[in-house]
């Protein structure tokens, strides 16, 4: 794995405001808004996976629907990409993910505040003097992300555990902010109940409850309803004074273009975001214009009196943004597939997928379902953000490598970059596949209730269908980390030590086609171990060496002992200062 340490430092362009731009940032210096504000407490909810039409007018979300109206609320807010980790780091630095460098959930953690060119939120906060505290429900968000810096508290779970509900967020929240009553305080709470897998609410006097065996949308809904009484608790708590915001880090599909959940596509389900602020300076209702979530960082800045940082987001109470640009680098990265970008004016979306180019008018089709011609005058405008957008590379040197699928040859690209229109639209569209991926990323769910029934034979069946999805899109790496998933079920049901071996030769499948990732190196060390093949580990270290990744931390430390448990050597060189 890639040593997030080596990763170079991010180059600032130079600031260049628009004419407009600077004339808004002049009146509110001239006002008065950029002078010394008053310390307030400052509190941030996330809710993960909230879609920007689940909630407000309409909508059994009382809490969330009250908020709008006292707050500023930004219906044309956008995510910068339909995932967790890069969402959410947006959201806390003000820049898009070409700047701060994270692109998916299992990608480099942010590296240390010493070795980054940015701050984090939390990081300023404290500096001014703030108690900073942060409540995340799930682990996708661990410290290990880098996420934890500048928070003196950060309640994660662990790796792998259930996710915090969000009456419980909510009530581990209150008893910090009680806690820390007389003090100035910047709190982040992330709310994750509307994230699949979802489970019955059972309602309370405001809200109508749901039951298993309703519809997913039905048992979405109510999700929302359960975080929306969380964050009734929360701002009620927070007090008048508080300046809060409430966003969310990208929707959910619910099979519109035929996306069950989220991660693969760019469509509005999933790109467009809920955004509200209440603060002083801010009317309440809604406030037109193109925003994103990356606007929080930079006018929390100002509110706050924290030291102006360059970034990508705009202040709030500034001129809206032109065009913004989403993307999906999910199937790409871990299946070989198309990147997929979305760029929209407000009015007009362009999605790219592959080979796919689709115009939206989402004034007239906001469920983006009717294609325009691209001929059609907003065409040229889009596409020219969106190119702009892609001239970006984040990681310059040692990132991971990355494989496409035949019939177009293998293609190993260091680092992370934004293939050019031609070479995308070489590889598959994500969005013609998406039954493949429900497929291949319903094996672990598969696998779990095969191995809690003890049923080796379903865990056989298991295998036999990752061999059928391998063959409608080869060289997918997702299918043998999924493989090796299945075989050390297999090893713990039967106790047949061989299941180890082929798991830990499927991981070993799954780095050698590109996924270079803790999430399958990992892995593969220890399974090394654990089925005492020593081939199979210098079989590993070998992949690493070729792509001159280097591991620190806890991969390295497992890397170490493993080499000593099994007698290989030469592995200084994929061992960073260790």
Known sequence: MWNPRRRPRFRRPPVDYPPVRRLALLLLALSGCGSEPAHRCVLVVTIDTLRADAVGEGRPTPAINAFFREGSHYPAARTVTPLTFPSHATLFTGLFPPRHGIHDNVTAPLPPRAERAFPLLAEEFREKGYATAAFVAKAVLSKETGMASGFEVY??????APYVPG???????LRWMEGARGRKW?????????????????????????AAGDPA????????????AAFERLVRAAGDDAIVVLASDHGEGLMDHGEPTHGPLCYGSTIDAVLALKAPGFEGGRRDGLRSIA??????????????????????????HETL???????????GWAQVFSVTDGSHTLIESGPRQDLFDRRVDPRETQPLPLSDP??????????????????????????????????????????????NGKLLDPAEHLVTWAAIEGVPGFVEVAKSRQDAGALESVLGLLGELEERTPRTPRIDHYRALACVALGDVTGKASWYRDAAWAEVAAVEKGYVQPETVVPAIDLCVRAGDAEALRSLVGLLKREGSRLSGEPARRLAEAGRNLGVEGLEAVLAGN
């Not at 979405?220 to 929306?228: F, I, L, Q, T, W």
Request: a neutral charge.
């Open 167 to 173: 009456e419980e967020q909510a009530e581990a929240a």
């Open 186 to 210: 910047f709190l982040w709470v992330h709310l994750f109940d509307p994230h699949e897998p979802y489970r019955p609410f059972p309602g309370d006097a405001a809200r109508g409850r749901t």
């Open 155 to 160: 309640q994660c779970p662990e790796r792998d």
């Open 378 to 423: 907003a065409y040229e405008k889009l596409d020219r953000a969106l190119n702009a957008y892609r001239s970006h590379r984040t990681i310059e040197e040692r990132g991971d490598l990355i494989a496409s699928v035949p019939p177009y040859g293998e293609l190993r690209r260091r680092g992370v970059r934004y293939l050019a229109r031609r070479e």
């Open 295 to 320: 606007d929080v960082a930079p006018t929390l800045r100002r509110l706050c009196g924290l030291a102006d940082v360059p970034c990508d987001g705009r202040d709030l109470a500034g001129p809206p």
């Open 325 to 335: 640009v989403a993307e999906s680098l999910f199937t790409w990265r871990i299946h």
């Open 217 to 228: 949308p039905v048992l979405y809904a109510g999700e929302v309803r359960r975080a929306d």
